[in-house]
């Protein structure tokens, strides 16, 4: 409610900051399309393999409270 309600004073301001037309990632931050490539690819491969840690330290407690 509140957005709707003030939807009209906030979306030109955002939109505005936000709005940088039809650029891509390596444009706007000056580097390689293929070091972007390889962060991103890193970044998930370490974020899966947190969540895979964290799932099994939960089954390890859980198979010591039966």
Same mark, same amino acid.
């Given at each position: 409610?509140? +957005? =709707?309600? /003030? ?7 955002? &939109? #505005?900051?936000?709005? +940088? =037309?039809? /650029? ?7 580097? &390689? #399309? ?33």
């Amino acid at each position: 409610m509140i +957005y =709707g309600l /003030t939807y009209q004073q906030v979306f030109p301001k955002i &939109s #505005a900051v936000a709005n +940088y =037309g039809s /650029t891509i990632m390596p444009d706007l931050w000056h580097v &390689s #399309a293929a070091l972007v490539i390889i962060f991103f690819t890193l970044f998930s491969l370490l974020l899966f393999y947190l969540i895979d840690r964290a799932h099994m330290q939960r089954k390890d407690k859980l198979a010591k409270q039966q």
